[in-house]
């Protein structure tokens, strides 16, 4: 059900689901409120007056008797259950010329996968299945070898004719067929990828066909996920992620791959990413009280680099002319055998890659958003490290691959972190007083900014007039949040007291210019990119985004920035981690599994590096949104009349 909240004194009116945080409501209608906690209902400043209706709100300690009789309730700690009109306060009261033109966006959020249309369509087909076999025990008269036993038992009750069997399970069979009588579960693989016919993997004792589990893993460069998958009920049990233990190493890949020249340097770098993913499992296995025999295999996606490193493969060839990788397409591989704790019957299926910087990652994408077998002109963009772009159709496909260097994600950011608990995520900034208004993933205490916190930070910057289009701050304001720090000015963004980590959470100059590379090198992609097939930004009927973003991103902010085109703003998708969702999908769907080689084959990689207009469209993007304001008409004329 829905509820209308009505924010006077300026008369917006905003429709929001039964529960809505009212701190959350009135950052999507664009109200400041005075907010430095991340919406933790410690600081007291985002104070707002119930004029009528009901809210549920938990007190707290900032707010008095006489003024909860008065009508004050701390927005952070009041969810909205009836239509109610909330006055902002004069500490929170911005000129109504502000209120007009603040521009809240279009706040995509990515879709989980949606598990029932999938079986709807027919592609619910796990290629690993488990099938129960009741065998007839063996006699003087009947004494088949165990193994032949199996194979008749699956050809009498499923009609498997014809089938391989893997060594390994050859030493548990004897005991797997008398602990239950002769009744066994067989775990089959049936993608064929390396045998011709079905290849059973294990044998367990008695019908465990409603305990098959397999984990789906993206190994990012700046972070790793892995994503527990319950096959047999059809559904995400949780997911994990990490920073990549091989960021000791090398912030991006070129002086990860530089590293693995050295001495032992391979074998050091592919040791602290089978230790991330370990982890990682374990603690989801733990969470979910599962055994490690429950799982049947395991999907990755990665890019290029990091695949081999996972592997142990010599990455070298890949960053010297002519930019060669040693595999694009790995055959399968015993997890065990590279360092993973899971069973030996565990094998690795891995997204292919397409060169040396389009890596398996990006065609794990392609295949979760479909735009392989879609007709309208698709956009896809992967932002990232190692930033990748996608153009094309169901008839043809063209990619890009640019460095943008870890900033989305956190990396080479003062404050920055990966989207968890307590990153700052949405931001907004009062342009009269600069005070901020900030929610943290988890309505936490602060801990610091996540990618999507960022963009938000820097667009309401921006729009503040705090920000200069050269990325710096103005120095003749007069407020305590600007200051001079370590890397130039700052802004202050939470107080050490306001938040977890005991010192002031700021956005630097420095973490300024980080960001303005990377969203340089991503859009100076677009357009190298766009340029090489001949079409511009106009032909483009849709834009997916996919990255380590957090919970959400708005879109207008970060075209604000520059990150984005100034498309219509109803052309844009959000997938979140499209690398980890593809991975998903590949361990429910046989036929993606079966069809993720020929994306790959689909896709006609362009390097930038050798597009000598590269060089000049990405100086051309270091300015803030860009030097060409015909790129970004709609936001050079916001930018204007925002202006004092």
């Known amino acids: 059900m829905t509820r209308n909240v009505i924010f006077e004194p300026y008369g917006i009116t905003i429709a929001v689901e039964d529960g809505e945080n009212l701190l959350r409501a009135a950052l999507d209608a664009g109200v400041h409120v005075n907010a430095s906690c991340g919406g933790q209902g410690v600081c007291g400043k985002c104070r707002v007056i119930l004029e009528f209706g009901e809210l549920e709100t938990d007190p707290g300690e900032n707010i008095g008797e006489s003024d909860w009789n008065a009508g004050y309730r701390n927005a952070c700690r009041s969810r909205v259950y009836s239509d109610v009109v909330v006055r902002i306060p004069p500490e929170s009261l911005l000129d109504r010329r502000s209120i007009l033109r603040r521009h809240p966006g279009i706040a995509l959020r990515p879709s989980p996968i949606d598990f029932k249309a999938i079986k709807a369509a027919g592609l619910y087909s796990p290629a690993f299945e488990k099938r129960l076999v009741e065998l007839t025990p063996p006699t003087l008269m009947n004494n088949l070898c165990d193994m032949s036993r199996l194979e008749a038992g699956l050809a009498r009750r499923h009609g498997l004719d014809a089938v391989t069997l893997d060594f390994y399970l050859t030493r548990a069979l004897s005991r797997a067929l008398r602990e239950n009588n002769f009744e066994v579960t067989a775990t089959l693989d049936f993608s064929r990828r390396r045998y011709h016919f079905p290849h059973v993997l294990n044998v367990e004792g008695g019908d465990t066909t409603q305990r098959h589990l397999a984990f789906a893993v993206d190994i990012g460069t700046t972070t790793v996920w892995v994503q527990l998958i319950d096959i047999a009920a059809g559904e995400v049990l949780g997911h994990a992620a990490d920073y990549n233990g091989q960021l000791t190493y090398?912030?991006?890949?070129?002086?990860?791959?530089?590293?693995?020249?050295k001495e032992q340097g391979l074998k050091r770098l592919q040791e602290a990413v089978v230790a991330t993913i370990n982890r990682l499992m374990h603690q989801l296995l733990h969470k979910h009280a599962i055994p490690a025999d429950e799982i049947s295999h395991i999907t990755m996606a990665a890019n290029t680099t990091m695949t081999h490193l996972f592997y142990g493969i010599d990455p070298g060839s890949i960053r010297l002319s002519p930019y060669v990788p040693t595999v694009c397409n790995v055959p399968l591989v015993r997890a065990r055998d590279l360092g993973l704790d899971v069973p030996p019957?565990?094998?690795?299926?891995?997204?292919?890659?397409?060169?040396?910087?389009?890596?398996?990652?990006?065609?794990?994408?392609v295949l979760a958003s479909g735009i392989y077998k879609d007709p309208r002109l698709t956009l896809y963009i992967d932002l990232g490290t190692n930033g990748e772009i996608v153009i094309g159709n169901e008839q043809w496909l063209a990619c890009a691959a640019c460095s943008a260097g870890p900033a989305f994600e956190g990396g080479g950011i003062k404050h920055g972190m990966r989207a968890t608990v307590g990153a700052i995520e949405e931001v907004s900034v009062n342009p009269e007083n600069y005070e901020p208004m900030i929610i943290t993933i988890g309505m936490t205490k602060p801990k610091g900014l996540c990618g999507s916190g960022m963009i938000n930070l820097m667009a309401a910057l921006m729009e503040s007039s705090l920000l200069e289009p050269n990325g710096r701050f103005r120095t003749d304001l007069n407020t305590p949040r600007l200051r001079m720090g370590e890397f130039g000015r700052e802004y202050v963004v939470a107080y050490a007291e306001d938040n977890q980590i005991g010192q002031d959470i700021t956005f630097s100059e420095a973490d300024v210019d980080n960001l303005i590379r990377a969203k340089a090198a991503m859009f100076a992609g677009y357009v190298t990119l766009l340029e090489s097939v001949g079409i511009e930004f106009g032909d483009i009927d849709q834009v997916i985004l996919a990255g380590g973003f957090g919970n959400f991103i708005n879109i207008e902010n970060a075209v604000t920035i520059g990150i984005l085109p100034d498309l219509p703003r109803e052309r844009f998708q959000f997938v979140g981690n499209g690398s980890l969702q593809g991975a998903t999908l590949m361990a429910l769907a046989r036929e993606l599994l079966d069809q993720e080689r020929r994306v790959a084959g689909m896709m006609t990689n362009f390097d930038l590096s050798e597009v000598p207009s590269y060089m000049s469209h990405y100086v051309a993007a270091l300015f803030l949104p860009h030097t060409k304001a015909e790129f970004f008409p709609t936001v050079t004329e916001r930018l204007r009349m925002q202006k004092p």
């Open 345 to 365: 019957h565990v094998f690795i299926n891995c997204v292919t890659s397409v060169s040396s910087y389009v890596g398996g990652d990006i065609v794990a994408g």
């Open 250 to 261: 090398g912030d991006d890949v070129i002086t990860r791959i530089m590293y693995s020249q």
